[in-house]
């Protein structure tokens, strides 16, 4: 009776571990790619590719992973829970500095922010000091460009306070007066504009013209493993580029629903959002400078050699 009770147990046993190793050898084999990315219409390229089954057609599976800002996404690429991320170059050059394994392949968009507050008697950031300004957190490039904005104005982050909040938050607490103002990413701007009428202080190329903003990023480990899958990921987000630059407005059928305040004012939003898709040398350039405004506002500390930053599919 002993014998066969052991016998049971290390049936059992086997058959558990051979589960395990079929498990774990076929998550490995498949070609499933984790993507994260943040709900903006700046990663609008993602769900015109996703949804228009561009991936599928490639031969690539691929699992949507959405994060509130740029730093969370990051943090998800650091530990490997994600391989590519559609995120903002500011949490992106702070992950890299921080000895995070990631490269850019690709633009995305430049611009697409804006400062908005409840009160139409506010006409500039100087207006706002010793207000409570709302962004999506300090990793992000909206906390960036208010910094910027606040100095080029003779003013300090310290001038005013600055709560990280929950980007689909932050209306609701514009509108109840939770806060005074938000710097934040498309549609939210459009939102608070167009449907909630708030006031519009300044769009982000009125504070930084031509600025990059989201890029797509690989991690090092998915280059190493994947650069098959890595060279069709950079040439499917080129072809919902090109397709979102033909037909904006019909591409508003491929968004998530809930990034899309009405039909009407997301067609606008998509029809004058400046597209990326190349890692050409002007925008590399572009994240030259950019990189440098940030060191000079003590949000990096040095800047990124091409080799450590870019990875051409």
């Known amino acids: 009776?002993?014998?066969?009770?052991?016998i049971g147990i290390a049936v059992v046993l086997l058959i558990i571990i051979a589960g395990a190793v079929f498990y774990f050898t076929s998550s490995n084999d498949d070609n499933t790619v984790s993507i994260g990315y943040l709900p903006s219409d700046h990663d609008a390229a993602l769900f015109v590719a996703n949804a228009s089954n561009m991936y599928t057609d490639a031969g690539l599976k691929v699992e949507l992973h959405e994060y509130n800002n740029g730093g969370d996404l990051m943090t998800a690429m650091a530990s490997g829970t994600v391989d590519v991320g559609y995120v903002g170059i500011t949490p992106v050059l702070s992950s890299i500095q921080k000895g995070v394994p990631v490269k850019v392949i690709a633009g995305a968009q430049t611009e697409g922010?804006?400062?908005?507050?409840?009160d139409p008697n506010i006409k500039s950031i100087t207006d706002l000091k010793g207000k409570k300004i709302a962004t999506p957190g300090e990793a992000s490039i909206q906390y960036m460009l208010l910094k910027y904005d606040l100095k080029k104005h003779g003013m300090s982050i310290n001038d005013i306070t600055s709560p990280s909040m929950k980007v689909a938050s932050m209306n609701d607490a514009l509108k109840t007066g939770s806060i005074d103002a938000m710097l934040t990413y498309e549609p939210y701007v459009s939102i608070a504009t167009q449907v909630n009428n708030q006031?519009?202080?300044e769009d982000s190329s009125s504070i930084l013209s031509n600025h990059p903003c989201c890029v797509v990023a690989v991690s090092q480990s998915f280059i190493d493993k994947h650069p098959q899958q890595v060279q069709k990921i950079a040439?499917?987000?080129?072809?919902?580029t090109e397709k979102l630059e033909s037909d904006p407005e019909g591409c508003v059928q491929y968004l998530p629903k809930n990034i899309v305040p009405n039909e009407t004012v997301e067609k606008g939003i998509l029809s004058n959002m400046s597209w990326v898709s190349d890692l050409n040398d002007t925008y590399k350039d572009n994240i030259h400078t950019f990189m440098n405004t940030e060191k000079d506002l003590g949000i990096i500390n040095n800047t990124i050699s091409d080799d450590k930053l870019f990875y051409t599919a």
Do not use: F, P, R, W
């Open 235 to 240: 040439d499917i987000h080129k072809k919902a």
């Open 113 to 118: 922010s804006g400062l908005v507050t409840k």
């Open 1 to 6: 009776m002993v014998n066969k009770k052991y």
């Open 199 to 201: 006031t519009l202080i």
